[in-house]
Antibody, heavy 123, light 108 residues
Framework: QVQLVESGGGVVQPGGSLRLSCSVS????????MHWVRQAPGKGLEWVAFIRYDASDKQYAESVKGRFTISRDNSENTLYLQMNSLKTEDTAVYYCAKDLGHTISALYYFDYWGQGTLVTVSS | EIVLTQSPATLSLSPGERATLSCRASQSVSSYLAWYQQKPGQTPRLLIY???NRATGIPARFSGSGSGTDFTLTISSLEPEDFAVYYC??????????FGGGTKVEIK
C-alpha cells in the first residue's frame, strides 16, 4: 500500500535550520508531483510548497519563499524540505502529500498524506 | 490570493441527519475545489475533487456541488465516523493553493 513517512522534525531556535525528509513507498514516486502542507497546533491547513514529478518546476507559499527549498531524489523515492531562517510562526506539523494527478497532468489536490513531523521553533 | 470562507464554523447534528457545509471563494475558482475530512489526531483525507468527483473509496453519502464562488459538501446521513473537521481547498488560481478555515461537524 502507499506509504509516506516524514522525518527530521524537532525543536530549533529562531533563525535555525532543519531538513525534513519524506520517504515514499508503494507507488512509482517518479511520476507524481509532491507537496508539503503544514498545520500549526490547533489550526487549519496551509500549503507550503510543490515540486513537479521531474523537479522541473517548484512553487512556494509567500510565507516561506526564499527560506524553504523543496527537492526530491527519484532514485531514493524521497522528498525533502530544507528550512532555513526559521521563525516562531513556522511551528507546525509538516505533512508531505502526493498530488492526485501524475506526470504533466498534476491536479494540485492531495490524495495521500504522511503522518506528519512536528517542527517547533522556540528559544 | 483566493480566500476560502467556510460556514458554519461548527455544525451540531445527530447521527442520521443531513449535513450541509458551505465554502465560498473570494473570486471564481471555476470547478477546481476539493473537500477533505480530518479526524482528531489523523491526517486529512481527500473526499471530493473538482467540486463533485468523489475520490477513490469515498462513500456515496458524501457529495459535492457548486461552481464559481459557492460550493457545498453534503453528507446525506451522518454516520458516527463522519464527525470531524472538513476543509475546502482551491487550485484554480495558484500559487498559493489555499484552504478554508474548516467546519467542525460535532455530535449534538
Amino acid at each position: 500500500q502507499v506509504q509516506l513517512v516524514e522525518s527530521g522534525g524537532g525543536v530549533v531556535q529562531p533563525g535555525g535550520s532543519l531538513r525534513l525528509s519524506c520517504s515514499v513507498s508503494g507507488l512509482i514516486f517518479s511520476v507524481y508531483g509532491m507537496h508539503w502542507v503544514r498545520q500549526a497546533p490547533g489550526k487549519g491547513l496551509e500549503w507550503v510548497a510543490f515540486i513537479r514529478y521531474d523537479a522541473s518546476d517548484k512553487q512556494y507559499a509567500e510565507s516561506v519563499k526564499g527560506r524553504f527549498t523543496i527537492s526530491r531524489d527519484n532514485s531514493e523515492n524521497t522528498l525533502y524540505l530544507q528550512m532555513n531562517s526559521l521563525k516562531t510562526e513556522d511551528t507546525a506539523v509538516y505533512y508531505c502529500a502526493k498530488d492526485l494527478g501524475h506526470t504533466i497532468s498534476a491536479l494540485y489536490y492531495f490524495d495521500y498524506w504522511g503522518q506528519g513531523t512536528l517542527v517547533t521553533v522556540s528559544s | 490570493e483566493i480566500v476560502l470562507t467556510q460556514s458554519p464554523a461548527t455544525l451540531s447534528l445527530s447521527p442520521g441527519e443531513r449535513a450541509t457545509l458551505s465554502c465560498r471563494a473570494s473570486q471564481s475558482v471555476s470547478s477546481y475545489l476539493a473537500w477533505y475530512q480530518q479526524k482528531p489526531g489523523q491526517t486529512p483525507r481527500l473526499l471530493i475533487y473538482d467540486a463533485s468527483n468523489r475520490a477513490t473509496g469515498i462513500p456515496a453519502r458524501f457529495s459535492g456541488s457548486g461552481s464559481g464562488t459557492d460550493f457545498t459538501l453534503t453528507i446525506s446521513s451522518l454516520e458516527p465516523e463522519d464527525f470531524a473537521v472538513y476543509y475546502c481547498q482551491q487550485r484554480n488560481n495558484w500559487p498559493p493553493l489555499t484552504f478554508g478555515g474548516g467546519t467542525k461537524v460535532e455530535i449534538k
